[in-house]
T-cell receptor, first 112, second 115 residues
C-alpha cells in the first residue's frame, strides 16, 4: 500500500548549517506531496507542497523537489535558524478519499 | 489563509469522565473534518472522517462508541472522549477541508491528560 518513510530524528544542527531531511514514498499513480511543520505546542502547518514530478515547493527558505525517478521529496534549507526548531512531517495525500498518510516526523533542534 | 480553531487547547480530567473537544473553521465552510491522534514521538493517526450532516467514518481499530464525533454544522465538529482512561491521554488534532476538496487546514491541537 501507499506509504511514506522519512529519516528518524532527532536532528541537531548549529545555526546557519545546511539542512536535509530525507523523505521517500510508495504510491500508485502520481500523488501530490507535502511537508508539514509542527512548532512546539502547536498543530500542524502546511510548509510546502508539490503537485507533480519535477515540481519544487518552497516556503520560508525551505525547498523540496518531487523526484519521480527516486520517489523522493527531500526537504532542504541552506541556512537554518533557531526558530526552525520543530517537528517536520512528510505527507502523501490519498486523492481517492482525501486521507493523508504521514511519515513519523523528524524532530529538528537548532543550536544558537 | 483559512483558520481552524480547537477548544480547549489543554484539558485535564479524571478517569471515567467524558471530555468534549471542539473544532471550528473560522472563515470557511468545512464540508469535511478529520480527527487525528498523535502519540508521543510518533506520527499522526487518522481516527475518523466526518462529513457535515452524516455519520462519521471511523478508521479500523478506533472505537466509535468511545470517540463520539458530531459534525452538526459546516463550521463545527466535536469529538467526545467518553469514559476517558489514562491511555486516552494524547494530543488530538482536527483538520478541515472545504467543499472543493482542497488542502486540509489543521487546528492547533488539544492536549488531553487523563488522571
Amino acid at each position: 500500500g501507499d506509504s511514506v518513510t522519512q529519516m528518524e530524528g532527532p536532528v541537531t544542527l548549529s545555526e546557519e548549517a545546511f539542512l536535509t531531511i530525507n523523505c521517500t514514498y510508495t504510491a500508485t499513480g502520481y500523488p501530490s506531496l507535502f511537508w508539514y511543520v509542527q512548532y512546539p505546542g502547536e498543530g500542524l502547518q502546511l510548509l510546502l507542497k508539490a503537485t507533480k514530478a519535477d515540481d519544487k515547493g518552497s516556503n520560508k527558505g525551505f525547498e523540496a523537489t518531487y523526484r519521480k525517478e527516486t520517489t523522493s521529496f527531500h526537504l532542504e534549507k541552506g541556512s537554518v535558524q533557531v526558530s526552525d526548531s520543530a517537528v517536520y512531517f512528510c505527507a502523501l495525500p490519498m486523492n481517492r478519499d482525501d486521507k493523508i498518510i504521514f511519515g513519523k516526523g523528524t524532530r529538528l533542534h537548532i543550536l544558537p | 489563509g483559512a483558520v481552524v480553531s480547537q477548544h480547549p487547547s489543554r484539558v485535564i480530567c479524571k478517569s471515567g469522565t467524558s471530555v468534549k473537544i471542539e473544532c471550528r473553521s473560522l472563515d470557511f465552510q468545512a464540508t469535511t473534518m478529520f480527527w487525528y491522534r498523535q502519540f508521543p514521538k510518533q506520527s499522526l493517526m487518522l481516527m475518523a472522517t466526518s462529513n457535515e450532516g452524516s455519520k462519521a467514518t471511523y478508521e479500523q481499530g478506533v472505537e466509535k462508541d468511545k470517540f463520539l464525533i458530531n459534525h452538526a454544522s459546516l463550521t463545527l465538529s466535536t469529538l467526545t472522549v467518553t469514559s476517558a482512561h489514562p491511555e486516552d491521554s494524547s494530543f488530538y488534532i482536527c483538520s478541515a477541508q472545504g467543499p472543493q476538496g482542497e488542502t486540509q487546514y489543521f487546528g492547533p491541537g488539544t492536549r488531553l491528560l487523563v488522571l
